[in-house]
C-alpha cells in the first residue's frame, strides 16, 4: 500500500485499554501457557494497530510541522502515550508473574522476558504527567528547531538547506554559513535554554519518584541495555579517549595537510579536499535511481526490498519549509512496512540516507518477515544502529553510482568520517552523564562543561569565536540530547561493529555480506554483545578493541591518502 494511502483514525483508547485489561485478566486466568500466549498475541495485534497510528502521526508531522491536523494528533499521542505504554507493561506484568511463566519463556525466548523484565523497570505510574510533559517538550524543541528561517546567499534557508554551503569549497562560504546559523541560535538563546532546563528537571523528578539518585540509570533501562552494565559504557568511553583521540588528531594533520589549510578552524573541520567535498552527481531523482540499481546489484533481497520501497512511496527525503530536522527510519507494523525519513541538501548526506537509513529499513523488512514475536523484531538500538551503519559500508561497489569520477575521494572522507565520529559521539554521552549527574547546571555551566569535553575529545577544533559555537552552546544543536537521552552512544556502539564489517569487507566481500545477512536475520532474538559475538567481530567493550579498530582503519585511510595525493 501507498504511504499516501494508508488511512489514520484517532484510537479508542477506552476501547484499547479495556482490550489490555481483558489480555491481563486472560493471561492471569490461563490454565496453560499456551492460553497465555494465545491472549498475548491479541495484545500484540492490538499494539501493532497503536503503534501504528502513532507513528503515522510522527512521520506525517515531520514532514509538516506547520499541519494543524496532524499537530492535534502528535499532541494526543504526547499527551496519551505514557498511559498508553503503561498499560501495555500490564500485560508484561502479568506474563512475568504466570505460573507458566517457564512455558511462556519457551515459547517467545528468553531475551523476551528480559526485555519485558527491563521495560517494567522503565516507567511506574507516579511518572505518567512527568513524562506526558517530556514529550510535550520534546515536540516543542522539534518544531521551535524545524522553524528555522535563515536568509543566506539571497535566499531564506532551513537548517538542513544551509548545510551544503557549509560544505563549500570557498572557505568564505563555509564561515559565513556557520555563522548565520549559530546567529540564529544564539537569537533563540533563551528558549534553547529554557527548555533543555525544563526536560532535564522532569527527568531527574522521574527518577527520583522511582527511587533513583539521578536520571542517568533511569536512563540506561530505557534505552533497553541488556548484557552490559554503565560501568561498560564508562570504560569505553575512557578507551576513546585514551586509544582513538590521537590516532584522529594524526588523521586530522593529514586532512589539513590534504587541503593545504593551515590554521584550521571549526568551519573547516569537514572540509576534506582542497577542490572540495565530493559530492553525488545529480538530481535527487537521479539519486534515488541511482540508490535503486545500487540494492538490484547488491543481493536478491535488497532488490526485493527497494523495489517494494518505491513502489510504497516510502521516501520523504526533500528538505523544504516547516519540515522537521534530521533523519530516521521508522516502522508501520500494521502493514510490515518500514518508511524513510530524510532532508536531502546535495551532499554526500544524501547517499548516506540510501544506506544508513536503508539499512535500518531493510533489517526492520527482514524482521517483519520471521515468525518471531514483536518484542523481537528489534534488536537495541546500539544493534540496529549496526544494521545501518555497516550497510554504508557493504555498498562500497557500488558507490561510484553517485560519485563517478569523485568516488575515491568519497570512501576516503567516507571512513575519516566514521572513525572521527567516534569521539564527538563519546562526548555526547559524557556531556549526559555530567549534566544528569548534576541536574541544577545553569545554561553557561552546562556550555563551559560542552566546551572543555570539546578540548577533551576534539583538541584539534578552534571555534574561532563563531556565535553559537563559540561559547559552547553547539550541543544544543544535536537534537538527540533533547530528545532521545542517552541514546547517541549507540551510534559509537554500532560504528565500532560497522569499522569491523568495513576490514572484513575489503579482505572478502562476500563473506562480510553473509555475515551481515545472518545479524540482519536474527533481529532481536539476541542482546547486543552476543549479536556482535555471532558476527565475529570484537566486543568494543575489551580493552584494546577501540585501539585495534582505529589503528587499522587509520592505516587504510593513510594509504588511501597518500594514493590521491600522488
Known amino acids: ?149 535563515i536568509d543566506f546567499d539571497g535566499q531564506t534557508l532551513t537548517i538542513a538547506q544551509l548545510g551544503k554551503y557549509k560544505m563549500s569549497a570557498e572557505r568564505a562560504v563555509r564561515k559565513a554559513a556557520y555563522e548565520a546559523e549559530g546567529a540564529w541560535f544564539d537569537a533563540h538563546r533563551e528558549e534553547f535554554d529554557t527548555l533543555y532546563d525544563k526536560l532535564v528537571k522532569n527527568r531527574t523528578e522521574q527518577a527520583r519518584r522511582m527511587g533513583y539518585e539521578n536520571y542517568a540509570p533511569l536512563g540506561a533501562i530505557r534505552m533497553r541495555r541488556i548484557g552490559y552494565s554503565i560501568a561498560d559504557m564508562a570504560a569505553y568511553r575512557a578507551q576513546i579517549r585514551r586509544d582513538v583521540v590521537p590516532v584522529v588528531a594524526r588523521l586530522k594533520a593529514l586532512q589539513h595537510a590534504r587541503t593545504g589549510i593551515a590554521d584550521a578552524k571549526f568551519y573547516d573541520d569537514a572540509f576534506c579536499f582542497a577542490d572540495g567535498n565530493p559530492a553525488p552527481k545529480g538530481t535527487p531523482k537521479q539519486i534515488m535511481a541511482a540508490g535503486k540499481e545500487m540494492y538490484h546489484a547488491l543481493s536478491d533481497e535488497t532488490a526485493q526490498f527497494i523495489d517494494m520501497m518505491f513502489e510504497n512511496d516510502l521516501f520523504d527525503v526533500l528538505a523544504k519549509p516547516g519540515k522537521a530536522p534530521g533523519g530516521f527510519c521508522t516502522s508501520l507494523p500494521d502493514y510490515k512496512l518500514p518508511f524513510i525519513f530524510s532532508n536531502f541538501n546535495g551532499t554526500a548526506g544524501d547517499v548516506d540516507v540510501l544506506t544508513h537509513e536503508a539499512g535500518h529499513a531493510f533489517a526492520d523488512w527482514m524482521a517483519n518477515a520471521q515468525p518471531i514475536p514483536s518484542i523481537l523484531r528489534e534488536p537495541g538500538m546500539e544493534s540496529c544502529e549496526i544494521h545501518s551503519m555497516s550497510m554504508e559500508f557493504l555498498t562500497g561497489p557500488y558507490h561510484e553510482l553517485f560519485f563517478k569520477e569523485d568516488t575515491a575521494k568519497y570512501e576516503l572522507s567516507h571512513a575519516e568520517d566514521a572513525v572521527y565520529f567516534l569521539p564527538y559521539g563519546t562526548m555526547v554521552d559524557e556531556f549526559q552523564h555530567r549534566v544528569y549527574e548534576n541536574p541544577d547546571m545553569t545554561p553557561d555551566e552546562r556550555n563551559a562543561l560542552w566546551a572543555q569535553l570539546e578540548r577533551e575529545f576534539r583538541p584539534w577544533i578552534d571555534f574561532d569565536a563563531l556565535p553559537f559555537y563559540g561559547r559552547g552552546a553547539g550541543w544544543q544543536r544535536q537534537l538527540h540530547i533533547y530528545l532521545y537521552p542517552f541514546y547517541y552512544i549507540d551510534y559509537c556502539l554500532a560504528q565500532t561493529v560497522a569499522l569491523q564489517f568495513f576490514t572484513a569487507h575489503l579482505a572478502d566481500k562476500e563473506d562480510a555480506w553473509q555475515r551481515y545477512m545472518a545479524l540482519v536475520k536474527r533481529a532481536g532474538t539476541l542482546p547486543y554483545p552476543g549479536l556482535v559475538a555471532a558476527a565475529g567481530f570484537e566486543s568494543p567493550f575489551r580493552d584494546g578493541t577501540m585501539k585495534r579498530v582505529a589503528e587499522t582503519v587509520g592505516a587504510w585511510i593513510e594509504r588511501q591518502d597518500a594514493a590521491l595525493r600522488g
Open 1 to 149: 500500500m501507498k504511504f499516501s494511502e494508508i488511512p489514520y483514525e484517532r484510537p479508542d483508547l477506552d476501547a484499547a485499554f479495556a482490550e489490555m485489561d481483558g489480555v491481563v485478566r486472560d493471561i492471569e486466568g490461563a490454565h496453560s501457557a499456551d492460553e497465555a500466549l494465545a491472549a498475548y498475541k491479541r495484545f500484540e495485534t492490538l499494539q501493532d494497530h497503536l503503534t501504528t497510528m502513532a507513528t503515522l502521526t510522527e512521520i506525517r508531522n515531520s514532514i509538516d510541522t506547520r499541519d494543524a491536523f496532524y499537530e492535534a494528533e502528535k499532541a494526543f499521542f504526547d499527551e496519551n502515550g505514557p498511559a498508553i505504554s503503561d498499560r501495555a507493561l500490564n500485560v508484561y506484568r502479568a506474563l512475568l508473574a504466570s505460573p507458566h511463566r517457564a512455558g511462556i519463556g519457551e515459547a517467545l525466548g528468553a531475551v523476551a522476558l528480559e526485555k519485558m523484565e527491563i521495560d517494567v523497570k522503565a516507567q511506574t505510574p507516579e511518572v505518567l504527567d512527568l513524562m506526558a510533559e517530556e514529550n510535550a517538550l520534546c515536540s516543542a524543541y522539534q518544531k521551535l528547531y524545524a522553524s528555522a528561517q
